[in-house]
């Protein structure tokens, strides 16, 4: 079993910034990618961005890409996602999740959910007007 667990939510107002972070225990290394989504009320679950651990390689849905911006630091298994520039649009319920995922897929590949078995709580991100 692999544990997620996400902090860094909180409220800004448009154009401001949030750096989230998921911090992953347990069996980590049977895992290969990790990657942020997203759900907005009354909207289903969006892919965000999505990190290969082991090569860095990176996947970023259109609506964040050049804002948003996904790392990793491999010595305490733990992933970020800085949003730059938030949007109104952007508010959602973030949501860390992790497996193991034949790399080279693409972004479509890389972002889907349903790929991903283990999930974080979630952390709320609000941007205001």
């Known amino acids: 079993q692999v544990q997620l667990v996400e902090s860094g939510g909180g409220s800004v107002q448009a154009g401001g910034s949030l750096r989230l972070s998921c911090a992953a225990s347990?069996?980590?290394?049977?895992?290969?990618?990790m990657g942020w989504f997203r759900q907005a009320p009354g909207k289903e679950r969006e892919g965000v961005a999505a990190?290969?651990?082991?090569?860095?390689?990176?996947y970023y849905a259109d609506s964040v890409k050049g804002r948003f911006t996904i790392s990793q630091d491999n010595a305490k298994n733990t992933v970020y996602l800085q949003m730059n520039n938030l949007k109104p649009e952007d508010t959602a319920m973030y949501y860390c999740a992790a497996d193991r995922i034949p790399a080279y897929g693409g972004t479509k590949w890389s972002l889907a959910q349903a790929r991903y078995n283990y999930w974080g709580q979630g952390t709320q991100v609000t941007v205001s007007s």
């Open positions: 990190i290969y651990t082991a090569d860095g390689i990176k």
């Open positions: 347990g069996y980590t290394y049977s895992t290969n990618c």
